[in-house]
């Protein structure tokens, strides 16, 4: 992926793909070439990269802390129920990805194609949800290509339906944030930033903020999600990251400026993205000149689908790789640069815009958590690890008992 990058750089993608992905208008599966530099630039200089990244600290924080008052309203109001910790995580964290992809925490729009208002709920149903479970849809004629005339309508219908539903909400969103900056409102937001490059077709553009809306509405949320499992299910390496937490902040509350102090820390995120690796097969290459690849002879025209799972569960690689063991990462035994061994976020020039964003989130999420709560799995969850979806989702949501330790954060 990095030494033989130029020769496995382009995409090849599932009809189902194609047609909500507008035939690779977007970063991550435009093929590589000038739109895919431009874009990609685009993405990190406005939202993703390290400087855009300090533009949207503050809302970060205001999103754990929304979800930490959650929490403890949840536990004030039924101290034994167990809380679904899906439903609070999934709604901040989609706030987020609305005010940085869009200017605004956008709670209803009026979309023309519906003839009413739709809600923020609806929102997130036509431009995350139905988007990840259309993605999986599978025709038949994507393995018989010399088949492809044959008609295929209930696969057809859905995906062009899905397809429409989501693109007429993002014209409608885009059409209400025009209005925003018509007002003399502009925003630091990637809409704004690509409305002021001026370079992109109206299609374009709606393809490249929906991509910001979902990419970071869904891998942060199933990595920790997969990471709070892990801890709630293992109370005594809970208890060692909230003893490295107390040895460094003390009474102060975890910020992201803590984050390079908290070694532990790292290695749950790190060994969450291995044991669970949020994306187990990286979006298909496609070869598209003859190359050599670990000693064997592929030539151009070969699909290629990387197997991080596979990967990460190798007996060769790991020791007992079905165990979730963040030690493995701790104690000086690994570089920071080991850590990326999981490859969670790809390799070489094609690897993930996102991935600072990701541990930004996630990392400050799972440490404040478990600064302001001790985490119990409900009972009889310990061996519920199955996954769903595109990327790989808990099959069953997660279900906690939470007990405050101490003084609100
Ligand atoms: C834990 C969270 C995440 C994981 C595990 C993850 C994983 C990945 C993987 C495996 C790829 C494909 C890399 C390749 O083909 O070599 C990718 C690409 C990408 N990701 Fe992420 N991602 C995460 C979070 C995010 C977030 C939060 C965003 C944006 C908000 C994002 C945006 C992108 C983009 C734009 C690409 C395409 C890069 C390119 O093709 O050049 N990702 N990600």
């Known amino acids: 992926m990095v030494a033989k990058f130029s020769s496995i750089s382009t995409r090849k993608l599932s009809k189902a793909l194609t047609v909500l992905t507008r035939d690779k208008s977007m970063v991550a599966t435009s093929d590589y070439g000038d739109f895919h530099k431009m874009v990609k630039r685009y993405v990190m200089s406005s939202m993703l990269g390290t400087s855009a990244q300090k533009q949207f600290r503050e809302t970060r924080d205001m999103m754990v802390?929304?979800?930490l008052r959650t929490f403890h309203k949840l536990v004030t109001d039924d101290p034994d129920a167990p809380?679904?910790?899906r439903d609070v995580f999934k709604d901040e964290l989609f706030r987020l990805s609305l005010i940085q992809s869009l200017g605004e925490d956008v709670s209803s729009v009026y979309v023309d194609e519906f003839g009413r208002d739709i809600s923020k709920e609806e929102i997130y149903n036509a431009t995350v949800t139905d988007m990840?479970?259309?993605?999986?849809?599978v025709d038949w004629r994507d393995f018989f290509p010399y088949l492809s005339w044959v008609p295929n309508r209930s696969f057809e219908t859905r995906v062009f339906t899905t397809e429409a539903r989501r693109s007429a909400v993002m014209r409608a969103l885009i059409k209400q944030q025009k209005e925003r900056i018509l007002r003399g409102e502009a925003r630091i937001c990637y809409l704004d930033f690509l409305l002021a490059e001026n370079t992109l077709t109206d299609e374009q553009l709606v393809m490249l903020v929906w991509e910001a809306l979902i990419e970071a509405a869904d891998t942060t949320l199933v990595t920790t999600e997969w990471a709070m499992y892990e801890l709630a299910k293992n109370?005594?390496?809970?208890e060692r990251l909230y003893q490295e937490i107390r040895e460094v902040c003390g009474d102060e509350t975890v910020t992201e400026e803590h984050l390079p102090r908290l070694p532990y820390l790292n290695a749950v995120f790190h060994e969450?993205?291995?044991?669970?690796s949020p994306v187990p097969l990286i979006p298909p290459r496609f070869v598209h000149e003859d190359t050599k690849l670990a000693g064997y002879d592929v030539p151009a025209g070969t699909e290629m689908v990387i197997n991080l799972y596979g990967c990460n569960m190798s007996k060769e690689e790991w020791d007992s790789p079905e165990e979730w063991a963040p030690e493995r990462f701790a104690?000086?035994?690994?570089?920071?640069?080991?850590?990326?061994k999981t490859m969670a976020f790809g390799a070489g020039r094609r690897a993930c815009a996102g991935s600072l964003q990701a541990m930004h989130?996630?990392?400050?999420?799972?440490a404040r958590f478990v600064q302001g709560f001790q985490w119990?799995?409900?009972?009889?969850?310990?061996?519920?690890?199955?996954t769903v979806q595109l990327t790989a989702y808990k099959l069953h949501p997660l279900y906690v008992h939470l007990h405050p330790r101490g003084p609100r954060m």
């Open 361 to 366: 989130i996630a990392c400050a999420a799972i």
């Open 272 to 276: 969450t993205l291995r044991r669970h």
């Open 65 to 67: 802390n929304k979800m």
């Open 235 to 238: 109370p005594e390496k809970q």
């Open 376 to 386: 119990r799995l409900r009972e009889g969850d310990e061996d519920k690890v199955d």
């Open 132 to 137: 990840m479970m259309c993605a999986i849809e």
């Open 83 to 85: 809380i679904v910790f």
């Open 331 to 340: 104690g000086g035994r690994f570089e920071v640069a080991d850590m990326y």
